[in-house]
């Protein structure tokens, strides 16, 4: 089975600094390719056919960097959508009532985690299965966690595993919001209330690089992980 992927694109990537100012983060690089091209590599390797990326921030470069690939774009104008509204906006292109969702600003050193998302997916239980790591299995992240995970894999708030930026969602509460720009969260809080939140541990390394030290970190894990 395999679900279609939305590859979130659209962010300015201000935590980048001066990296950001002319490119968007998804093409800063990351051991020699861009951070987007990591994240595709991952759809490739679990089969996914339908892959949409939204854009805002330097639409043109991203476009320009996709050409000719199995990627459709859409653009977020005037104003960016957060991550549920453009999720909603993509909605279209993507097709089918349940879809899977990758930044594109982490690296993985372990097993594909769009594969595994799809292999713990259970629709009679979930509306959504959110990718979660242990925080001592991360690299460039400081925090303490972002959810609790329950022994029936429910998660509800708390400190806990760190939400890694992939996860699959049905997509029909995304339509009970009146906001054009919203995130995610909304949403997920929605089905935690009604015990329809799920979360599944990574059992790999997982790299932040929303900020300019997560690329050092992120090829140190890389490196360390194909030796």
């Not at 930026?165 to 509460?173: E, N, Q, S």
Request: net charge negative.
């Amino acid at each position: 089975m395999t679900l279609p992927l939305m590859l979130f694109a659209a962010g300015f990537g201000t935590r980048m600094g001066a990296l950001t100012k002319d490119r968007p983060k998804p093409l800063i690089e990351v051991a020699g390719r861009p951070l987007i091209d990591h994240a595709l590599a991952l759809a490739d390797d679990a089969g996914v056919t339908r892959i949409v990326a939204n854009t805002h921030y330097r639409p043109e470069m991203i476009e320009a960097h996709l050409a000719g690939r199995n990627v459709q774009t859409i653009r977020e104008v005037p104003d960016i959508l957060e991550t549920g509204g453009g999720l909603r906006h993509a909605l279209p292109l993507l097709g089918g009532d349940t879809v899977m969702t990758l930044n594109s600003d982490a690296v993985w050193a372990g097993p594909n985690p769009l594969r595994l998302l799809l292999d713990a997916w259970d629709p009679a239980r979930m509306d959504a299965l959110l990718l979660c790591v242990p925080v001592d299995q991360t690299r460039g992240y400081n925090g303490t966690g972002d959810f609790a995970l329950q022994d029936d894999g429910q998660i509800v708030r708390g400190s806990g595993p760190v939400y890694a930026g992939a996860h699959i969602l049905k997509t029909d509460r995304l339509h009970d919001v009146a906001e054009a720009a919203f995130s995610l969260n909304v949403v997920w809080n929605a089905m935690a209330d009604t015990g329809r939140l799920h979360g599944v541990s990574y059992p790999g390394l997982w790299c932040d690089v929303g900020h300019p030290d997560g690329i050092a970190a992120a090829e140190a894990m890389l490196a360390d992980h194909n030796v």
